[in-house]
């Protein structure tokens, strides 16, 4: 199957200013992400999908292949899905949606996520990593509950699965799993999700991914073992990431 990935990038971040073109290791962000989603292997084509012509000077400069997209895009999802409705989403099977500030993203979850399109038949796909119970209290971390099958039940920023009885704490904690924000689509579910309006209970808890479960489209969830690594979003952020970018660039694959 031939796979693109389209990586959003926004400049107007307002917790990080200028976000896409802040430095890692002395190289864009942007470019960061690129790099490792051209390193994982698993698109045929990559694309950064912005709605800024610094941004796309920045990827072009460095090699890559940037698309001017409409900026009044409510999301990262609407962005990539004019890329995809584009030329370079032509003859596409899977499409691959990394966000623009996660340079750390697990190769076991873009690939997984893949797979779940491409080998399991699903028309979207997503990943999550088995968790701890202290991210249950934690709304910063979006929680999913899956079916048997893989398919996502619900995701939301509350305690999924919510402990009734202690004696099904074990069975609780082993079903805890933290969302990571990676997502594919074929090409006609990805148009379909856009087109949907706006649920209640996307709105209710600022979820995007709510509104096409809602509407009875199937995610299918590839879970991982991997350490959860946040994405850049603040000063802070970006300071542990410069700190622990040389670590990690000589040990994931």
């Not at 701890?132 to 398919?151: F, Y």
């Amino acid at each position: 199957m031939t796979t693109l990935a389209v990586i959003p990038a926004r400049l107007g971040a307002t917790r990080l200013p200028r976000k896409p073109l802040r430095l890692l290791a002395g190289v864009p962000l942007v470019v960061r992400v690129l790099e490792r989603v051209i390193a994982l292997r698993v698109a045929d084509r990559c694309v950064v999908a912005t709605d800024s012509r610094e941004i796309a000077d920045e990827v072009e400069r460095a090699g890559g292949r940037a698309v001017l997209t409409d900026p009044a895009h409510p999301s990262g999802t609407d962005r990539v899905a004019e890329v995809a409705a584009g030329p370079d989403g032509r003859d596409v099977d899977v499409v691959l949606n990394v966000q623009g500030d996660e340079p750390f993203v697990s190769a076991a979850a873009v690939r997984g996520a893949v797979a779940q399109v491409a080998d399991r038949g699903f028309e979207l796909g997503t990943a999550a990593l088995r968790a701890r119970p202290d991210v249950l209290q934690r709304p910063d971390v979006v929680k999913v509950v899956t079916a048997d099958d893989g398919a996502a039940l619900y995701f939301s920023r509350a305690s999924i699965p919510c402990l009734r009885d202690a004696a099904d704490v074990a069975e609780r904690d082993a079903r805890i799993l933290h969302h990571v924000g990676v997502y594919t689509y074929t090409p006609d579910a990805l148009a379909r999700w856009v087109a949907l309006p706006v649920h209640a209970l996307e709105r209710i808890e600022r979820l995007e991914q709510l509104r096409p479960l809602a509407n009875g489209m199937r995610m299918g969830v590839a879970i991982t073992h991997d350490t959860a690594r946040s994405g850049i979003d603040t000063e802070q952020d970006l300071e542990l990431a410069n700190s622990q970018w040389a670590t990690f660039t000589t040990t994931e694959s």
